[in-house]
């Protein structure tokens, strides 16, 4: 089936009934429900339940909820959100985006040489690679404590591995809706663009797009009015595991910014219109494609996780898989 075949095709089961509304907080959670439901199995089945599917449909809105906590807060946790990148792969017209800097220090420094900052051309990658790679941390330590839990050689410290894996599982959700929420502000154009909200008025704009806010009216009302999760599911990718986590998460929101002006063509066409299929069309793919990414990305640090270590002193995840080495000195910080 043609791309165009599997867009029509999407578009066509709107017609279907659905609880779940269509980034605002509809699609956020059509986005991230879409990914649970498509895990395999190989993840931890406490992942593939109903429940949570559904936690985390609200876990992903907490990042937009807690906006407005205060200055401080905001100011510093806004800017995970976005990146704007310009038609030429630069952050704000300033340096370039790949290769990508090791960390956001030197991100920042490369910035302050264009007298620019981070907090205004924003560190969505760095955000979704720090919320990876605690995630691949968490799945470590539920993989430590489940061996646990299962060794008879270790029963007498069962109790607290069932309690500590309770207290994991929970940080594990409340980290997987913040990676969830990151990667779907990827998946939308706008949030990875200088045109973020119109066309920037400081750039040439030679074909006429339109400089009108239309940010939160395409990603809220839109999406919500037009899209619903059948369509999200039958576009998604098959998975797809690279192992090399920063080059494909680069990669994404490189995809994502190429579809930038196929964005504004289509509200200059008028297929942004209430019920226009375009409009659907385009909405329901970049939504697949978040849900596609973030489920690929909970399979790339499940698979990564067998290889860490935990606790202090650091202990190996496959010594204790294989009982060799009994965890709790580590995870109880016995010095």
Do not use: C
């Not at 579809?259 to 069309?281: C, S």
């Not at 650091?314 to 010594?319: E, L, R």
């Amino acid at each position: 089936m043609s791309r165009l075949s599997s867009l029509l095709a999407a578009v066509m089961l709107a017609a279907v009934p659905s609880q779940l509304l269509a980034w605002g907080g509809a699609g956020h959670r059509m986005q991230r429900q879409a990914a649970m439901q498509a895990l395999p199995a190989e993840v931890p089945a406490f992942l593939r339940t109903p429940r949570a599917g559904a936690d985390m449909g609200e876990l992903v809105r907490e990042m937009d909820r807690s906006k407005g906590s205060g200055r401080l807060h905001g100011h510093d946790r806004d800017a995970a959100h976005f990146i704007d990148l310009d038609e030429n792969g630069r952050v704000l017209g300033g340096p370039p985006f790949l290769p990508l800097a090791a960390t956001r220090a030197d991100y920042a420094t490369q910035l302050r040489a264009a007298n620019l900052d981070q907090w205004k051309g924003g560190y969505l990658p760095y955000a979704i690679l720090d919320r990876m790679q605690q995630l691949t941390t968490d799945f470590a330590y539920w993989r430590v404590l489940t061996a646990a839990i299962a060794n008879p050689d270790w029963r007498a410290n069962r109790a607290g591995f069932r309690a500590d894996l309770v207290r994991r599982e929970a940080l594990l959700m409340e980290n997987l809706g913040q990676l969830g929420h990151l990667v779907g502000d990827g998946s939308q154009p706008l949030h990875v663009s200088v045109h973020y909200n119109g066309w920037a008025d400081n750039y040439p704009n030679p074909k006429g797009y339109t400089r009108a806010r239309i940010h939160g009216p395409f990603e809220s009302e839109f999406v919500r009015d037009n899209v619903r999760a059948e369509m999200v599911a039958s576009l998604m990718a098959t998975l797809r595991v690279t192992g090399n986590v920063t080059d494909r998460v680069t990669s994404y929101l490189i995809a994502s910014e190429r579809q930038v002006i196929p964005f504004y063509e289509l509200e200059k066409a008028g297929g942004l219109t209430p019920g226009d299929w375009r409009g659907k069309a385009f909405a329901a793919e970049r939504l697949a494609a978040g849900a596609s990414e973030f489920r690929d990305l909970i399979v790339e640090a499940w698979r990564a996780s067998l290889d860490r270590q935990v606790g202090w002193r650091p202990i190996s995840v496959k010594d204790v898989i294989a009982g060799k080495v009994d965890p709790y000195p580590a995870l109880y910080s016995i010095d």
